[in-house]
């Protein structure tokens, strides 16, 4: 049975994010597990390989990077069986015109948004009461 969410505490995470995207086939890029980053993603589909990182950690060379995300963990653990987590989260930016990418774990979800929008970002989930940031 599923279960509704209710109001989520969002953690801001101090660093910058970078996303940037590989051809499907190219190899893991080994400066990805940098022993410090605290969070990065590796996806790969047929069309292409994403991986998402610490600013800092990317090399100037790559070419296929937006850089300047900021990330919100969700407070988890988030059961499966709850519902309307990310669309809570969403629809409060999508109204106030602010894109996401998000990033999904076994026990929470990210929230990545530009770090020029950040303050709007808060004020629209504070605002609609779906989620509080410390």
Known sequence: MSERATPRRLALLPERFAVCRFAPDAPLPAWVFHESATVWSLTRTPRELSVVCPEDDLPPSVENAERGWRAFEVEGPIP????????GLTAP??????????????D???LLVRESQLEGAIDALGRERVARVP
């Open 80 to 87: 499966f069986g709850v519902t309307g987590v990310i669309s």
């Open 108 to 110: 929470t979800d990210l």
């Open 93 to 106: 930016l999508a109204v106030a015109g602010i894109p996401v990418f998000v990033l999904s774990t076994y």
